[in-house]
C-alpha cells in the first residue's frame, strides 16, 4: 500500500459536497427535506413521550434521530434534527410546536416595542445543538451533516402571525406600513440565526440549509427591498461551507434567493429544474447548481408514477452544474418510508 502523506490535501468525494462544488459526483446525491419525523415508525417511538422541542435540546436524542433515515434509506446526506424556532426558544422566547399545527408564540412580535425587547442569541443557549453535532460527525463517517436554520422572513412570519399562516397578512402589513419596525425585527433575526448557524459551522457540520418556506407569498420587488438584504446578512456569515437556500413557491424568486448568497438553490415542484437552471444561468459564470424537486405527493402514488417523476427530475438536472436530489418540500407524514428508500435506490442507479 503506499501511504499518502499527511500534508496531502483530502479532498472530499461525498456526492452531495461534489454536487454543491459544480462538479460532477460519482452518482446524483439524494436526501429529502424532513427524511427525519413522522414517516418513520422508530421516529415515533423515540419520541412518544418526548415533546417536539426537548427532543432538539437532548443531544443524545438528536443524534438518533437524525441517523434513523441515514441508516434505513443510505441517503447522501444526514440533516440535523432540529426546528427553526429551536434558536428563538433558545434565547428566551416564549415559542412552543404544536403537533399537528406547527410553532405557537404566545405573545407576537408586533410593535416597535416588542421588537426591541427581543432577545439576543448567546452562543452557550445553543451548547446541546453543538453537542449534538459533535456526536453526528463522530458516527456519520463520510456521509455529511447539514446544518440549519430558517431565514429571518420565514421567522418573523411565525412571530408577527403567533403561527402558522396561510396569507401572512399581519406581517405584509407591518413590512410596508412600518418598513423601520420591519428592518430592525428582522434585523434582530439574522443576528439569531447567524450565531445559530456560526454554533452548527463550529461544531462541525459541512453544509447548511437556510429555510425560507414561506418567501413564495412574496413579489420579487418586496423580497428584494424587505428580506434579501437580511438573508444575505446571515448567508455571508457562512465562509466555511456551501450554503442551500430553499422556500416553497419561489419560482419567481429563485435569481434573488441566488442573489442573497447561495452556493445551492433549492427549487420547489412547481418549476421543472431546467427551467430553473434557465433563470438562474447568469452569462459568463458557471451554470447554477439547484436541489430538487420531487412533488411530495408523488411519493403517495404508484411506484411506476413515482419512477417516471425521479426519471424526469434527474434528466432535466443534468442541465444544472451540478444537482441534488430532493423533494420539492418536506416528507408528508403519511408517506410510506419503503417508497423512500425505493427512490434513493433509483436514484443512486441512474446516470448524473
Ligand atoms: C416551516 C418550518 C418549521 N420547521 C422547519 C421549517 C422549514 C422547513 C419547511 O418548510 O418545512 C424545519 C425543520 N423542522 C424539522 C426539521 C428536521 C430535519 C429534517 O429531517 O428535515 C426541519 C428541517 C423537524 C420537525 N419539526 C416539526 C416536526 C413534527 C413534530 C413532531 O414530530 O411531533 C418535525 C419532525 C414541527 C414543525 N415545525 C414547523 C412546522 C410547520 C412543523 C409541523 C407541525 C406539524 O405538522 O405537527 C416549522
Redesign the pocket.
Known amino acids: 500500500m503506499t501511504s499518502v502523506p499527511d500534508a496531502a490535501p483530502r479532498t472530499t468525494t461525498a456526492p452531495l459536497l461534489v454536487a454543491a462544488a459544480g462538479g460532477t459526483p460519482a452518482r446524483v446525491p439524494v436526501w429529502?427535506?424532513?427524511?427525519?419525523?413522522?414517516s418513520l415508525p422508530e421516529?415515533r417511538e423515540v419520541?412518544k413521550d418526548i415533546p417536539?422541542l426537548r427532543a432538539c435540546f437532548t443531544p443524545d436524542l438528536v443524534r438518533e434521530i437524525t441517523m434513523q433515515?441515514v441508516r434505513r434509506h443510505g441517503v447522501d446526506a444526514a440533516?440535523?434534527?432540529?426546528?427553526?424556532?429551536v434558536p428563538l426558544v433558545a434565547a428566551g422566547l416564549d415559542v412552543d410546536?404544536?403537533?399537528?399545527?406547527?410553532?405557537v408564540v404566545a405573545e407576537p412580535v408586533r410593535t416597535r416595542a416588542a421588537v426591541d425587547a427581543l432577545p439576543e442569541l448567546h452562543a452557550e443557549q445553543v451548547a446541546p445543538v453543538a453537542e449534538a453535532v459533535r456526536l453526528l460527525r463522530a458516527e456519520l463517517g463520510e456521509t455529511p451533516l447539514i446544518g440549519?436554520a430558517?431565514a429571518p422572513f420565514?421567522l418573523a412570519s411565525?412571530l408577527i402571525e403567533g403561527g402558522?399562516s396561510r396569507h401572512h397578512e399581519r406581517t405584509k402589513a407591518l413590512m410596508h406600513s412600518e418598513p423601520e419596525t420591519w428592518h430592525a425585527l428582522l434585523g434582530a433575526l439574522a443576528g439569531i440565526t447567524s450565531t445559530f448557524l456560526a454554533e452548527q459551522v463550529a461544531a462541525g457540520v459541512q453544509a447548511v440549509?437556510l429555510?425560507d418556506?414561506?418567501a413564495g407569498a412574496l413579489s420579487e420587488r418586496d423580497y428584494r427591498e424587505f428580506v434579501l438584504p437580511h438573508s444575505t446578512r446571515v448567508l455571508d456569515t457562512v465562509r466555511e461551507v456551501p450554503k442551500i437556500h430553499f422556500g416553497?413557491g419561489t419560482g419567481e424568486l429563485l435569481p434573488a434567493m441566488r442573489d442573497a448568497g447561495a452556493d445551492v438553490v433549492g427549487v420547489d415542484w412547481r418549476v421543472p429544474l431546467d427551467e430553473a437552471v434557465r433563470r438562474l444561468t447568469v452569462p459568463g459564470r458557471p451554470a447554477p447548481v439547484v436541489q430538487g424537486n420531487l412533488d411530495p405527493a408523488v411519493l403517495l402514488a404508484d411506484f411506476d408514477a413515482v419512477e417516471r417523476e425521479v426519471r424526469r427530475i434527474v434528466a432535466e438536472g443534468r442541465a444544472a452544474g451540478g444537482h441534488v436530489f430532493n423533494l420539492g418540500?418536506?416528507v408528508l407524514?403519511e408517506t410510506d418510508p419503503t417508497v423512500l428508500t425505493r427512490v434513493v435506490e433509483l436514484v443512486h442507479s441512474l446516470e448524473p
Open positions: 429529502f427535506m424532513r427524511q427525519a419525523g413522522r421516529y419520541r417536539m433515515p440533516i440535523l434534527f432540529s426546528d427553526i424556532v410546536i404544536v403537533p399537528g399545527t406547527g410553532p440549519f430558517g420565514t411565525y402558522p440549509q429555510f418556506s414561506w416553497v418540500h418536506g407524514p
